[in-house]
T-cell receptor
Framework: ETGVTQSPTHLIKTRGQQVTLRCSSQ?????VSWYQQALGQGPQFIFQ???????GRGNFPPRFSGLQFPNYSSELNVNALELDDSALYLC??????????????FGPGTRLTVL | AQSVTQPDIHITVSEGASLELRCNYS??????LFWYVQSPGQGLQLLLK??????LVQGIKGFEAEFKRSQSSFNLRKPSVHWSDAAEYFC????????????FGTGTRLTVIP
């Protein structure tokens, strides 16, 4: 049981504000990935953290940033929010074995609405 | 670059009928392939995965998928659909080396009618 949790569940912000989303798990999976899922779309990879460092990034601007802590929990920070940032943000945990994509287990997501 | 195509945006089947959801991928080498299911307002649940070996893989909830290299496909099947299978289904591809992220298709929404 991976027990991935995300907080908060829902969030409403206004344009230009900053937001922090959190992800944690009960297991010892050492890699955390963040995805953005716009309405009616599949998830898009934002970035991944392994050993507290960014380990790959998708096509997202620098105002999307993250952290991973020694206990493997993670934060996603978004600055200068734009209306298009409204989406479901998903975190996924996996084990980095050095052999490519490992199975990723997803949390329930945080629904962000930007007004 | 990896990409995934799910040609069917929405499929409606009767309860008890068989189901096949299509997935085609683009990747330069043998990919890792996944199917996830998402209920409304929820995260993604892993149904099954293919890494290597037998090209027919079994998953949870009675689902199976077949990897066909010649067709670059990884279609999901279920012999008899239950009303609780109504959800959004996503196919995803990952690299066998290097980056550890997934590329997702746009999903297929399944409606089950009694």
């Amino acid at each position: 049981e991976t027990g991935v949790t995300q907080s908060p569940t829902h969030l409403i912000k206004t344009r230009g504000q900053q937001v922090t989303l959190r992800c944690s798990s009960q297991s010892g999976h050492n890699t955390v990935s963040w995805y953005q899922q716009a309405l009616g779309q599949g998830p898009q990879f934002i970035f991944q953290y392994y050993r507290e460092e960014e380990n790959g990034r998708g096509n997202f601007p620098p105002r999307f940033s993250g952290l991973q802590f020694p206990n493997y929990s993670s934060e996603l920070n978004v600055n200068a929010l734009e209306l298009d940032d409204s989406a479901l943000y998903l975190c996924a945990i996996s084990r980095n074995s050095g052999g490519g994509t490992d199975t990723q287990y997803f949390g329930p997501g945080t629904r962000l609405t930007v007004l | 670059a990896q990409s995934v195509t799910q040609p069917d945006i929405h499929i409606t089947v009767s309860e008890g009928a068989s189901l096949e959801l299509r997935c085609n991928y683009s990747y330069g080498a043998t990919p890792y392939l996944f199917w996830y299911v998402q209920s409304p307002g929820q995260g993604l649940q892993l149904l099954l995965k293919y890494f290597s070996g037998d090209t027919l893989v079994q998953g949870i909830k009675g689902f199976e998928a077949e990897f066909k290299r010649s067709q670059s496909s990884f279609n999901l099947r279920k012999p008899s659909v239950h009303w609780s299978d109504a959800a959004e289904y996503f196919c995803a591809v990952g690299a066998q080396d290097g980056a550890n992220n997934l590329f997702f298709g746009t999903g297929t929404r399944l409606t089950v009618i009694p």
